[in-house]
């Protein structure tokens, strides 16, 4: 895949009926894997090819909790060539990083959700790929597990 399509392909500029199509053939499980990497302006993003989403920003704090957990890990500041993996599940994991706690959804987007990392005591907006993709509705507890890459 060329940078151009990374950089201009997402889940969010397909149509409506293309969202909906994916939606009902996403896999309905617990735990989700992704690997998250970092870009250059400090967000975090994920691919998801087998999902149509490419690019999918972290954002509203979450790329703050990530940055945290990355220098945790690794004893250094994330960067651009920072990469981890990242697993979110509805069910507890036996080797959870930590767990966060659903808090409200988003007034502006009823379908994006706020939680509360339960380690840090942060409060991170996620995105309505939660709700349109993984879980519906938005489950009350989520469990993640963190690991270097890069």
Request: aromatic fraction near 14%; hydrophobic fraction near 30%; charged fraction near 25%.
């Amino acid at each position: 895949m060329t940078q151009t399509l990374l950089a201009n392909t997402s889940y969010w500029s397909l149509s409506q009926d293309e969202r909906n199509e994916i939606r009902a053939t996403a896999p309905d499980q617990d735990a989700w894997d992704f690997e998250v990497y970092r870009l250059k302006d400090g967000y975090w993003a994920f691919d998801r090819s087998d999902l149509k989403t490419y690019r999918e920003l972290l954002i509203g704090n979450t790329e703050t909790v990530l940055d945290t957990f990355y220098s945790q890990l690794s004893e250094c500041p994330p960067d651009e060539y920072s990469r981890m993996s990242m697993t979110v599940s509805r069910k507890p994991l036996a080797d959870q990083t930590t767990s966060c706690t659903y808090v409200r959804p988003c007034p502006a987007n009823p379908n994006a959700s706020f939680y509360r990392d339960d380690t840090l005591g942060e409060e991170f907006y996620l995105c309505p790929w939660l709700t349109q993709v993984m879980y519906d509705p938005a489950p009350q507890k989520l469990y993640v597990h963190l690991s270097l890459i890069s």
